[in-house]
């Protein structure tokens, strides 16, 4: 709490994300040990993620249905 107060812990002090979003309380995840995560870049990451499976799955089954 010391280091809090004087400043020298420097994430606690950076108020946006690597991706500029802002470190509110709505757009803010506190993991267990107490680190930061931004819910924006969560869901981006999560929709991307999403995306990619579903056309690696489309691409399957369309040379699964091309081979026979």
């Known amino acids: 709490a010391d280091a809090k107060r004087h400043g020298t812990i420097h994430n606690a002090n ?38 990619k499976q579903g056309a690696a799955q489309r691409k399957a089954k369309r040379e699964k249905a091309n081979a026979s």
């Open 14 to 51: 950076k108020t946006h994300c690597p991706h500029g979003h802002e470190y509110t309380d709505e757009n803010t995840w506190r993991s267990k040990n107490g680190g930061r995560y931004c819910r924006e870049c969560a869901r981006a990451s999560g929709r991307a993620w999403y995306a």
